[in-house]
């Protein structure tokens, strides 16, 4: 019964595939543990993508006032949450219908379906994050140079008051144009800034950027390195004096000697010197250049190291004699650090005959940069090398190595030098041998360059020795049957360093190991970052671009507030990818211009002339002259905003003397080196524009000043016309300036007007209509402020009756006289005549009731006369007024009519 059972089962089990079985495809017979082992596995994989109920959905427990709130909306919350159960999340990418198990395309399509969703998925949350990301790195950022600039400006505005009792210093020349405009209102908006003192760094620094700008202009080089470092110097702090040898480094690198910084009459280096070396990176001069500062940073550590140790030896009160040699000092600081207690420590060191170190010496001698010494220490010892037959053909290698023109051991003796390597030098550390020893084969041999350090703390004990270690193995020579490791240049030294970048709290001693490696960008921002060093790392970065070290962005580029930016990437010989950097020096430009202009405005200037040096720095790779032109653009907005805020104008832009001849500015005798090779293009691109930025936020009287430095003395009267005629159009007459100004427009176009008249060349240059239409609309004005004061009336119609505009009597010819005549006026004057015939009407008609109800000072005769001639003149003004009706309101025909009704 069973067996009849179990082979109904079996023929049923065969039936389940029929809808799949297709002719040619062969059966697959699968044992009972296959089938157990599948089934195991299939139940496995549903319970993880669909739980115990294989729905793939976990219940969750509805809130109380969740539930009480879709009740009352007519949900039934049971209901909801099973169906919200039932969903399977896991399935989603199900077919909707079933695929036979032999439909492979189906599968496949489904699959990459799935796949293309999957990715859309992913990259639109990766999108999404980057774009959080980005946006609160920005907001941050943006934040903090906000911050920045806040605390700045409140340090300009502080400590400004002048106390009681002290001396006032006289900042203008009282017979200048810009003096006699400063007496009415100051060329800055009137503001009278108080001036602060400048921090002693920056003032030592700006001193030396002012000589830079002078020999720029005069096509003469400058000492940039000795001049920096001096200036860095003056500030004897311990930071100061290490920042002193960051300047050493750097001259040693570009091929300066010991001793030749304060050498006089040295030579000094060129600007732009190493522009091309350092922009070309693939040519063989660049890769020497390279191989160089290799060299020269070596050669660097190698003096400190040696300098080091005779100050050990001087302290500790070493025995070394009156007249002292290298190996005495090698031998007497060997002494010191590894002799303890009758014994030398540690105890792996290999002695000679004469129980010293014989390879710990050779180390330190070579460590020193004495490697001739070492070498002829090395050949009077060649008796204890000799009793080693590993070691035997290490002086012929340390001569071979020495002699090297590239630094390199010629590959014969390398071949045999790394035999001995591996018979007897690799393993030492593993067998308790000399230490020294190893580190001298693997930097002479270039030895198993996957490992780019020794690790040993009696070798390489500080950074120094580290970064000296790495110098030692970094060669740009790189053979064609070197391996990816033996090909390690300085930029991939460079990239080995970048990744500790973080872990130095010392700012100082990081920027010091970039500079080392040739990252002289990445070096000026990491250090520009730390709040104690950002001037010094600005006029590092100023020294480098002079030096045509320093990449630099695109202008357009500057303003997204990165200090650090990657302008390129290529793929080094030993594989590695390399991230070209470019330092944002227009960033600490500006701030330093901006925390300047308001107490220093001549050393703010000579900040901006340093764009120029820029501007040279992207020529060669930029697309087209705009590109080129950005810079130079930036430093002219710099420039005309140190002019707005200057309290003596004369001195940055110069004057125009009376006899028309002009005197020369600050601005204008460093103009080439912002591009600006003619006084024309000056005028135009400094002088005027500045210009019409003062004329466009109101302020007057710089406007005026710098249109007439430009010469153009008829835009200075167009301008003066349009201000009074402002004025004169207001209900309520007021002389300030517009925008809260506090100049007398009236004043100062009356002393302007008066300054061109007495002055024939000025005044032939200016249109005859707008030198009367000036005079007119200066009267109009001193009649509107005469009003204010009742005693001043009558002065006031004599000052309305004197421009000659208006009839003084009913007399038809003169009325029609002076209406044809006043429509041809200019229609500045047109547009403020309306308010000052109803203010002349009112003024009669108050002087004639005055008069009215006066008993005494006129005789009965006299008073009839006088009111007579009141009432004469008040029908003159209505009349013209009436005549000119189209350019008159309505309204203020109303007016004057009233008045001229209640004088009876």
Request: net charge negative; hydrophobic share 40%.
């Amino acid at each position: 019964m069973a067996h009849t059972n179990f082979g109904k089962l079996l023929e049923q089990s065969k039936q389940l595939n029929n809808h799949v079985a297709l002719p040619g495809i062969p059966t697959l017979e699968r044992t009972i543990d296959q089938i157990d082992s599948r089934s195991k596995n299939l139940l496995k994989r549903a319970q993880r993508d669909g739980g115990a109920g294989g729905t793939g959905a976990t219940p969750v427990a509805v809130d109380t006032r969740t539930a009480f709130l879709l009740a009352n909306r007519g949900f039934d919350t049971d209901k909801v949450s099973n169906v919200l159960n039932q969903i399977n999340l896991a399935r989603a990418f199900e077919p909707l219908e079933g695929i036979n198990d032999t439909d492979i395309e189906k599968y496949l399509s489904n699959e990459h379906e799935n796949i293309v969703s999957l990715a859309v998925d992913e990259g639109k949350r990766q999108t999404t994050q980057s774009y959080e990301d980005a946006f609160e790195s920005a907001m941050h950022r943006d934040w903090a140079t906000a911050k920045r600039r806040i605390f700045e400006e409140l340090g300009q505005h502080q400590a400004r008051s002048v106390p009681s009792g002290a001396p006032t210093i006289p900042t203008r020349d009282t017979g200048s144009f810009a003096s006699m405009l400063n007496a009415n209102g100051a060329a800055n908006d009137g503001d009278a800034r108080g001036r602060t003192s400048i921090d002693p760094k920056l003032r030592h620094y700006a001193t030396i950027v002012k000589q830079l700008n002078e020999s720029r202009r005069q096509k003469r080089d400058f000492d940039v390195i000795r001049n920096f470092l001096y200036a860095t110097a003056s500030t004897d702090t311990s930071a100061q004096r290490q920042l002193s040898s960051c300047w050493e480094l750097l001259f040693q690198m570009l091929g300066g000697k010991t001793g030749e910084l304060d050498q006089p009459g040295r030579l000094p280096l060129r600007e732009r010197q190493f522009f091309d070396l350092h922009r070309d990176t693939e040519t063989e001069d660049a890769k020497r250049f390279r191989q160089s500062m290799v060299e020269g940073a070596r050669s660097w550590l190698e003096e400190a190291h040696s300098s080091w140790i005779v100050n050990t030896v001087h302290k500790q009160h070493g025995q070394i004699g009156g007249m002292p040699t290298v190996h005495q000092y090698v031998e007497e600081f060997l002494r010191l650090r590894f002799f303890r207690n009758g014994r030398w420590v540690p105890e792996w060191l290999e002695l000679t005959d004469e129980q010293a170190p014989f390879w710990a010496h050779v180390y330190m001698l070579v460590r020193s940069g004495a490697k001739s010494e070492a070498l002829n220490y090395i050949q009077q010892h060649s008796a204890f090398l000799a009793q080693n037959q590993n070691v035997r053909g290490f002086e012929n290698y340390f001569r071979q190595w020495l002699n090297s023109p590239d630094g390199r051991l010629p590959k014969a003796h390398r071949d045999k030098l790394l035999a001995d390597w591996n018979a007897s030098v690799r393993n030492i550390a593993q067998q308790g041998g000399d230490m020294f020893k190893y580190a001298l084969f693997k930097l002479i041999g270039r030895c198993e360059m996957n490992v780019k350090t020794i690790q040993n703390v009696e070798v390489v004990r500080t950074t120094e020795d580290y970064l000296w270690v790495q110098l030692m193995l970094a060669q740009e020579n790189v053979y064609e049957g070197d391996t990816v490791h033996d090909r390690f240049t300085l930029r991939d030294m460079a990239n080995g360093m970048m990744r500790h970048a973080g872990n130095y709290r010392n700012p100082v001693a990081w920027f010091n190991i970039l500079l080392a490696c040739g990252e002289f960008e990445q070096a000026v921002a990491d250090l520009f970052q730390s709040d104690a060093y950002a001037v010094d790392a600005a006029h590092f970065a100023i020294a480098l671009a002079y030096l045509g070290i320093l990449r630099v962005p695109d202008a357009s580029e500057t303003h997204s507030g990165e200090i650090s930016i990657s302008v390129g990437r290529s793929t080094l010989s030993s594989g590695e990818p390399y991230d070209y950097r470019a330092f944002n020096l227009a960033h600490p430009l500006q701030d330093l211009v901006s925390s300047l202009k308001s107490t220093d405005s001549v050393t703010a200037l000579h900040y901006t002339y340093i764009f120029g040096l820029l501007s040279s720095q992207t020529s060669a790779t930029a697309p087209d002259d705009d590109v080129r032109e950005q810079y130079p653009q930036l430093a002219h907005h710099l420039i005309r905003d140190v002019i707005s805020a200057a309290e003596n104008t004369d001195a940055l832009i110069g004057s125009v003397g009376a006899d028309g001849t002009n005197t020369t500015g600050e601005v204008e005798k460093f103009r080439k080196l912002v591009h600006l090779p003619t006084r024309e293009a000056f005028v135009e691109h400094i002088i005027v524009q500045a210009a019409k930025e003062a004329d466009t936020r109101g302020a007057l009287s710089l406007a005026v000043n710098l249109y007439h430095v430009a010469r153009e003395f008829g835009r200075v009267i167009e301008i003066l016309n349009k201000q009074l005629a402002d004025r004169l159009r207001q209900p309520e007459f007021v002389t300030a300036g517009r925008l809260g100004g506090s100049e007398n427009v009236v004043e100062l176009a009356a002393q302007v007007l008066e300054h061109y008249l007495a002055n024939p060349l000025m005044s032939s240059r200016i249109d005859e209509v707008e030198r009367n239409t000036c005079g007119t609309l200066i009267s109009l004005a001193h009649f509107r402020e005469n009003l204010v004061h009742e005693s001043q009336y009558l002065q006031a119609l004599a000052i309305f009756y004197g421009t000659g505009l208006f009839p003084e009597s009913t007399d038809q010819a003169e009325i029609a006289a002076k209406v044809e005549a006043f429509k041809q006026v200019n229609s500045q004057i047109l547009h403020t005549v309306p308010p000052i015939l109803v203010e002349a009407m009112e003024v009669l008609q108050k002087e004639s009731n005055k008069l009215r109800k006066q008993t005494s000072g006129y005789d009965t005769v006299g008073r009839e006369q006088r009111l007579a001639q009141f009432k004469d003149r008040a029908n003159a003004l209505l009349q013209f007024a009436g005549a000119l009706m189209h350019r008159i309101p309505g309204d203020a025909l109303v007016k004057m009519n009233r008045s001229n009704t209640q004088m009876g």
